[in-house]
């Protein structure tokens, strides 16, 4: 009660939605949510069908008697690979770590003088940012690999991360957000003697979470799902995304190991989605409120 009277003061509106409402809106929302469950909990029950289960036309939902074989399958085919499984896993762990906090932060800190700063050049750099998302990889991909080669980063863990640091999403997510930042915020902590990166990192950042939260969501799933491309040679550079769709594409025969596959991949990106939604939520709901 007392919060739907704060919220009644600040806008001049009074929530007096009934309880039909509430029940209209509730199962609305519930079939909507149904829907899209929908594809997950069928990856997840795939993950634990015998065969016959799996190939069963029409296929069913939910699984009839719950094995662990396909995982048992998965684990037995990774330990015969010359290459241990643990370098896979420290190879993707490592590229998605390392790219998506370096893009955060290269990307935040060259977004910060494009918003909030005025300097020969700046709306023609602000307008390249904005043209570079109408290329897609496919027209990107012949010039970057010239310039990773030329760079001498093939089959390396930097053809990867380079054009990771580089992206013009990030920077564009964050210069449109740190632009609506009010600049009294600024005038103030230089009044108070901080310096630039100062105003940076502990009055920019914090402000800018829903932006840097929503690029580290976007970072993270794809450097988790990639497998290297044409860049990476090396048996033990691969990802483990690489590893695993061998396994997938090996046949009918390993299509309840690529079930455990499909559960495996999904689970990590869509517990890192879940947390971090959460907290983007959060700081969109508080920060468009003003005292």
């Known amino acids: 009660m007392a919060k739907e009277k704060r919220l009644e003061v600040r806008y001049g509106t009074r929530l007096n939605r009934s309880l039909a409402g509430d029940i209209i809106l509730f199962s609305f929302l519930a079939l909507l949510g149904s829907f899209s469950a929908w594809p997950m909990a069928f990856v997840i029950n795939n993950a634990f069908k015998p065969l016959n289960e799996i190939l069963l036309f029409p296929p069913r939902l939910f ?77 990107t991909g012949i010039p970057s690999y010239i310039i990773i080669s030329r760079l001498g980063l093939l089959d390396s863990y930097g053809a990867i991360l ?43 950042m914090p402000l800018a979470r829903p932006a840097w939260l929503t690029l580290v969501i976007l970072q993270f799933q794809g450097l988790w799902g990639t497998t290297g491309g044409t860049y990476i040679y090396s048996e033990k550079l691969k990802p483990l995304s690489y590893a695993l769709s061998q396994i997938v594409d090996s046949g009918v025969a390993r299509t309840g190991v690529a079930a455990a596959v499909a559960l495996f991949m999904l689970i990590v990106p869509l517990t890192v989605f879940v947390i971090s939604q959460s907290n983007v939520m959060e700081t969109m709901a508080t920060s468009g409120i003003k005292e």
Do not use: H
Not at 118 to 127: A, H, Q, T, V, Y
């Open 63 to 139: 699984v009839r008697n719950p094995t662990l074989s396909n995982f048992r399958d998965l684990v037995s085919l990774m330990s015969n690979s010359w290459v241990p499984l643990s370098r896979y896993v420290f190879n993707t762990l490592f590229i998605t770590c390392l790219g998506t906090a370096g893009s955060v932060f290269i990307s935040s800190l060259a977004a910060f003088p494009l918003a909030k700063f005025r300097f020969p050049g700046s709306g023609i750099i602000s307008k390249m940012i904005v043209y570079s998302l109408m290329f897609s990889a496919a027209v």
């Open 162 to 204: 380079l054009p990771t640091f580089g992206t013009t999403l990030g920077l564009y997510l964050m210069q449109n957000f740190m632009g609506q930042v009010p600049n009294e915020l600024i005038e103030s902590a230089r009044m108070d003697g901080a310096g630039d990166f100062r105003v940076y990192w502990s009055i920019m």
